[in-house]
C-alpha cells in the first residue's frame, strides 16, 4: 500500500512553499486543484495532457512534502487537494496573493 509523506502543519515552511510553486508547471497544478471542491486526480490537474507520467508524479510529490496538497488513494487514482487551511494557518493570504499575480 501505498505511503504518502504528509508534513505536519507546523512544519510546512515558506521556504519550501516557494519553492515548489516556482515551477511553471507546479503552479499551474495548484490553480487547476484551488479551483475544485473536491479532489482532483493527478491525470485531470495536469497542466498538459501529454506530460509524462513520471515527471507529473514528480511534480505532485514535491507538491506534497512541501505541504501544499493532500493526497489519498481511492482505488486505481490518486485524489489530490490543496491544503489551503493549512497554507492560511501558516502564512496568511500567500496563496491568494501568489494565484491573483500568477499570470503576470
Known sequence: MVQFVHPARQDITLAGVLAALADPARLMIVKSLIGQKDCMSCTAAAPCPDMAKSTLS???????????????????????????????????????????????
Open 58 to 104: 514528480n511534480h505532485f510529490r514535491v507538491l506534497r512534502e512541501a505541504g501544499l496538497i493532500h493526497t489519498t488513494k481511492q482505488g486505481v487514482e490518486h485524489r489530490n487537494a490543496v491544503r489551503v487551511a493549512d497554507i492560511n494557518a501558516r502564512f496568511p493570504g500567500l496563496l491568494k496573493t501568489i494565484l491573483k499575480h500568477a499570470d503576470e
